[in-house]
């Protein structure tokens, strides 16, 4: 089944210790998307990749960063996570364009505990 | 410009009550709306969307929503609750103009089913 994977599932780090969660996915979608999410709170979309085109949310704050090596394969850094970074992050994916634009496919999402 | 009004945080049923989770919405341009549904730590997953068409929308597991222009609504309703209904719903709204449009998301509602 066509699908999004996110690993690790559940990722612990330290204070200030660099973190990288993957996303990958086999619906040849254009568009890919990092949500982060704390108990009991909507999605908050961090940025969004547009094909090859970064597109960061203004209140993003500079300690995540992504990377998108190819169509299929998507990365978030957060560089120096903070006690405040502790949550669910949720990789989606949708169409570009036509009937399926925007209906976003989410991964089961990787949970950061941050201490 | 668009946002969504999720009434009720939290909303309890009886096992084969009737479901009711309320979602308004608005928004400048014509409207896709959607529900999602999260099981804890997992990602959110598609219950059904209005793009457009018929405006009674069925969705997997039983649930409906009708779009409703003159109200600017869209809830979720299912005849019946079974306890592995118990979840948390997300309403969410994006533009019907093509290309790239955010998806917003409601602040969801968490359902209890009581047997």
């Given at each position: 089944?066509?699908?999004v994977?996110?690993?690790?599932?559940?990722?612990?780090?330290?204070?200030?210790?660099?973190?990288?969660?993957?996303?990958?996915?086999?619906?040849?979608?254009?568009?890919?998307?990092?949500?982060?999410?704390?108990?009991?709170?909507?999605?908050?979309?961090?940025?969004?990749?547009?094909?090859?085109?970064?597109?960061?949310?203004a209140?993003?704050?500079?300690?995540?960063?992504?990377?998108?090596?190819?169509?299929?394969?998507?990365?978030?850094?957060?560089?120096?996570?903070?006690?405040?970074?502790?949550?669910?992050?949720?990789?989606?994916?949708?169409?570009?364009?036509?009937?399926?634009?925007?209906v976003?496919?989410?991964?089961?999402?990787?949970?950061?505990?941050?201490? | 410009?668009?946002?969504?009004?999720?009434?009720?945080?939290?909303?309890s049923?009886?096992?084969?009550?009737?479901?009711?989770?309320?979602?308004n919405?608005?928004?400048?341009?014509p409207?896709?709306?959607?529900?999602?549904?999260?099981?804890?730590?997992?990602?959110?997953?598609?219950?059904?969307?209005?793009?457009?068409?018929?405006?009674?929308?069925?969705?997997?597991?039983?649930?409906?929503?009708?779009?409703?222009?003159?109200?600017?609504?869209?809830h979720?309703?299912?005849?019946?609750?079974?306890?592995?209904?118990?979840?948390?719903?997300f309403?969410?709204v994006?533009?019907?103009?093509?290309?790239?449009?955010?998806?917003?998301?409601g602040?969801?509602?968490?359902?209890?089913?009581?047997?």
């Amino acid at each position: 089944d066509a699908m999004v994977i996110q690993n690790p599932r559940y990722q612990v780090t330290q204070f200030g210790k660099p973190v990288t969660l993957s996303c990958s996915q086999t619906l040849n979608h254009n568009v890919m998307y990092w949500y982060q999410q704390k108990s009991s709170q909507a999605p908050k979309l961090l940025f969004h990749y547009y094909d090859k085109d970064f597109n960061n949310e203004a209140d993003t704050p500079d300690n995540f960063q992504s990377r998108r090596p190819n169509t299929s394969f998507c990365f978030l850094d957060i560089r120096s996570p903070g006690l405040g970074d502790a949550a669910m992050y949720l990789c989606a994916t949708s169409r570009r364009g036509g009937a399926g634009a925007n209906v976003l496919t989410f991964g089961a999402g990787s949970r950061l505990t941050v201490l | 410009a668009q946002s969504v009004t999720q009434l009720g945080s939290h909303v309890s049923v009886s096992e084969g009550a009737l479901v009711l989770l309320r979602c308004n919405y608005s928004s400048s341009v014509p409207p896709y709306l959607f529900w999602y549904v999260q099981y804890p730590n997992q990602g959110l997953q598609l219950l059904l969307k209005y793009t457009t068409g018929a405006t009674l929308v069925k969705g997997i597991n039983g649930f409906e929503a009708e779009f409703k222009k003159s109200e600017t609504s869209f809830h979720l309703t299912k005849p019946s609750a079974h306890m592995s209904d118990a979840a948390e719903y997300f309403c969410a709204v994006t533009g019907n103009s093509g290309g790239y449009q955010k998806v917003t998301f409601g602040t969801g509602t968490k359902l209890q089913v009581i047997p």
